[in-house]
């Protein structure tokens, strides 16, 4: 079973209009954590933000915030009010404390078109 | 402060030479780790060396392998190149090698290599 699944692989949006990219997760670990990486055309991946499973609130950082519904096993990204740099690859990732392993495993991504 | 560097940016090889990729973390970083990234396989983890110790391997064939610098740098080589090798190869850094759930990765902008 996929561990970290994102459903769409495209999305579009509008400048200036928020989306909301969605990520569900696999996992029995009690203790984990969830990251939102960008990858421009340049390649890097860039961090956006992180969610760890015993954290009460949804996580933010700027324009972007996680939609946490742990029951659901979803950690959606929410981008407010997009630009047109916001276009790119978003992965969505999680680690799991319990399988002693620091590596990230990733979803397959979502390409973000921001359309002026 | 400067960002993890990954040397060359791009390769072209053919089948059955061998290729070694570097990286260089951010400053007082000490643990590296290395992801392939492909259209048909997505991100995978390859392995991560901290203090010159590989810490956790992927499921990668032993043609892959790395090793890591007393300055934390780290080279990975792949032989015997097959087509399947090509793929873009990201290095990624954080400070330390603790098995928490929120520490970020860092990451450079990677090897494109091609595989002829």
């Known amino acids: 079973a996929q561990k970290i699944t994102q459903t769409q692989p495209g999305m579009f949006v509008q400048e200036k209009e928020a989306v909301t990219l969605d990520c569900t997760y696999d996992?029995?670990?009690?203790?984990?954590?969830l990251f939102w990486y960008k990858q421009p055309s340049s390649g890097e991946m860039i961090f956006l933000i992180y969610?760890?499973?015993?954290?009460?609130q949804n996580a933010t950082e700027g324009r972007y915030s996680l939609n946490f519904q742990k029951a659901r096993k979803s950690a959606n990204l929410v981008i407010s009010a997009s630009q047109l740099g916001d276009s790119a690859m978003y992965f969505c990732?999680?680690?799991?404390?319990?399988?002693?392993?620091?590596?990230?495993?990733f979803g397959s991504g979502t390409r973000l078109q921001v359309q002026p | 402060k400067a960002g993890v560097t990954q040397t060359p940016r791009y390769l072209i090889k053919t089948r059955g030479q061998q290729v070694t990729l570097s990286c260089s973390p951010i400053?007082?970083?000490?643990?590296v780790s290395w992801y392939q990234q492909t259209p048909g396989q997505g991100l995978q983890f390859l392995f991560e060396?901290?203090?010159?110790?590989?810490?956790n391997k992927g499921n990668f064939p032993g043609r892959f392998s790395g090793r890591q610098f007393s300055n934390s740098r780290s080279e990975m080589n792949v032989s015997t190149l097959e087509l399947g090798d090509s793929a873009l190869y990201l290095c990624?850094?954080?400070?330390?090698?603790?098995?928490?759930?929120?520490?970020?990765?860092?990451f450079g902008s990677g090897t494109q290599l091609s595989v002829l």
């Open positions: 990624a850094s954080s400070l330390t090698d603790r098995l928490a759930t929120n520490e970020k990765l860092f």
């Open positions: 996992t029995s670990d009690p203790s984990y954590g």
């Open positions: 400053s007082g970083h000490r643990s």
């Open positions: 060396y901290f203090s010159e110790t590989q810490r």
């Open positions: 969610q760890g499973s015993y954290d009460q």
């Open positions: 990732a999680m680690r799991e404390s319990g399988t002693g392993r620091r590596a990230l495993t």
